[in-house]
């Protein structure tokens, strides 16, 4: 009897999560298409601050972060990112987060495709729209508006090249995990070689770099010398996310998409988990900083070539054909093993969703979860990858491939997946934390909540009304789709007849239910935060101290409001929440 206890604690061991798996998953996440688009984006907009944009941002992260491990440590579960929200102040709010994540998770492929797509039109040109004319600053357009949107074949290949992410992800999860720790080396690899190969390199023919040199890679409207005159005179704040910086290090939670399924023997769990994030936030941090420094070093070789990386410009001013032939290898490498950890943390986020039955329950059953291949049964959830690759395909379509709207719609809706972890640390009951470690985790929380209104403030209005009009959408109908399948509505109520989600759209109506407040406060704090930017937009940077100061006041007035929600709602319903150490469920271990 003992013996056969421990070869099935031994099995389950063994398919946990190691160190190198989760630094795969995280680093494999974060290293995508943000290093080798956005530096220019930076440049342009701050110049040689750019630099201090990317310690910022990288310092936002790791101050979010510390709150996400916190939470993943004193409850570990899989799919804990709408789980937890979801036992802490209750099926609204859930959907909201839900909501968010699944927007970010399931557009991210989408711009990675456009990334691909970037990468390979040095190649084929024509799969860009002004592609033919692009490799010449006499053949840019007038209007760089839309200039980087794919073309009809562009958007073909972004279509197969998402389809191609999804067939990976029907590998068997240890195989996809190997797969993916592969790629991320290679991928890590190239930019290292990009930082130590032309910090060294003689620049003595580079000549004079100004912000205005990297007007084509603004992913602004207007024309050059429109976008020359703009260049240089934006603060680095507003780089962090309008210039796709936050965007860069998204991905860092992929190992906390797992926390259920680390492994526990040796330095145990929370070790494991805290070395994987901590450890690629801060190499991303160094990283990015030291391309930064290389591309502002050596921008004055810069083509107005919109068919190639700047770094591949870079690196064929310096003579190093075999490095500029790396990069452009790796601007398709890279943003495709991003989609891939994206695609298959998704899968295990909505297969916790539609268990709570905030979506679908058909969604993770056993027989749209696995299918059998050679006679061994695969947990690929092959009906969730199915929606998630057309939720993808639509956005794509909507704004035509263009990357750097496909980066707001991920940067936004991110930032409301983040602010939740923060609310449920504080709030949690029953925690074996010592009295001096719940004042850090409060003081981290309470900071990484206020530190995101502040950055959704200086994204800007565009950014921000396409990104919350997306968890909008995406909430509403969560909400309403259930409350319509229960209704015998002409056409409507046929489509929906097998539907099967828990309605929770009727809870406005109940006096007192404890899942309304701390949606209100959720939404009212976002609603400020939509105001700010719309008042800095419409009446000019002079309100902007204004504007700022009122969203960081929101911030810090709704943060123990909502912890205040969040314990009255577990006060009335009692959360079923995840220990340390705890026993996994047949389900979950069997998705490794």
Request: charged share 15%.
């Amino acid at each position: 009897m003992h013996a056969r206890t421990g070869s099935a604690q031994d099995v389950d061991e063994g398919r946990r999560l190691s160190v190198l798996d989760l630094v795969g998953l995280a680093a494999g996440g974060v290293v995508g298409s943000g290093w080798l688009l956005a530096a220019g984006q930076a440049h342009w907009a701050a110049g040689e601050d750019a630099v201090w944009a990317w310690v910022i941002g990288g310092a936002v992260m790791l101050l979010i972060a510390a709150v996400m491990v916190e939470l993943g440590i004193a409850a570990p579960k899989t799919g804990g990112l709408i789980f937890l929200p979801l036992q802490a102040a209750g099926p609204l709010v859930a959907t909201v987060v839900a909501a968010a994540l699944w927007i970010v998770y399931a557009v991210n492929p989408a711009s990675e495709a456009a990334a691909m797509v970037r990468g390979l039109a040095h190649w084929f040109p024509s799969l860009l729209r002004g592609g033919h004319t692009g490799a010449e600053i006499a053949g840019l357009p007038p209007d760089m508006h839309r200039a980087g949107d794919l073309s009809l074949t562009g958007a073909l290949c972004a279509v197969v090249l998402m389809i191609v992410v999804v067939g990976f992800n029907l590998l068997p999860a240890r195989r996809l995990i190997r797969l993916n720790l592969f790629i991320t080396v290679v991928k890590v690899l190239v930019p290292l070689l990009i930082v130590v190969c032309l910090t060294f390199a003689a620049t003595d023919t580079v000549g004079s770099c100004t912000p205005g040199d990297a007007w084509y890679l603004s992913g602004q409207s207007g024309g050059a010398d429109q976008l020359r005159g703009q260049a240089g005179h934006f603060s680095a704040l507003y780089v962090v996310l309008g210039g796709g910086i936050i965007y860069a290090y998204i991905g860092f939670q992929a190992p906390l998409d797992f926390a259920g399924n680390i492994k526990r023997r040796g330095m145990g769990e929370a070790a494991r988990l805290r070395w994987a994030v901590y450890g690629t936030l801060v190499g991303a941090v160094a990283l990015y900083t030291a391309l930064q420094y290389v591309f502002s070093r050596h921008c004055g070789a810069l083509a107005a070539d919109m068919l190639q990386s700047p770094y591949a410009q870079f690196a064929t001013a310096a003579s190093m054909t075999w490095l500029a032939w790396l990069i452009r290898l790796n601007a398709v490498l890279s943003p495709m093993g991003s989609g891939i950890v994206f695609t298959h943390a998704l899968t295990r986020e909505v297969a916790a969703l539609s268990r709570a039955h905030l979506t679908h329950r058909g969604l993770q059953t056993a027989r749209r979860a696995s299918f059998k291949f050679r006679g061994a049964e695969i947990d690929a959830y092959w009906m969730i990858l199915i929606v998630n690759l057309v939720i993808g395909l639509t956005t794509l379509a909507l704004v035509r491939g263009n990357w750097e709207q496909l980066v707001a719609l991920n940067s936004i809706p991110i930032m409301v997946v983040y602010a939740m972890p923060g609310v449920v640390l504080v709030a949690l009951p029953g925690t074996e934390a010592g009295r001096l470690r719940r004042a850090v985790r409060w003081a981290l929380a309470y900071t990484a909540f206020v530190a995101i209104a502040l950055v959704i403030h200086e994204a800007g209005w565009a950014d921000v009304w396409r990104g919350m009009a997306g968890v909008a959408t995406g909430s509403a109908l969560l909400l309403a789709l259930p409350w319509l399948a229960v209704r015998d509505l002409p056409y409507i109520g046929r489509v929906l007849r097998h539907y099967d989600a828990r309605e929770h759209l009727s809870r406005f109506t109940r006096r007192g239910d404890p899942a309304v407040r701390p949606l209100l406060l959720l939404a009212g704090y976002i609603a400020v935060l939509i105001g700010c930017t719309a008042l800095r937009e419409l009446f000019g940077e002079s309100t902007a101290p204004v504007t700022r100061a009122v969203s960081v006041l929101a911030a810090a007035l709704v943060f123990p409001l909502l912890v205040r929600a969040a314990r009255r709602y577990m006060g009335q319903v009692k959360p079923t929440l995840p220990h340390q150490g705890e026993a996994p469920r047949p389900r979950v271990s069997a998705e490794t």
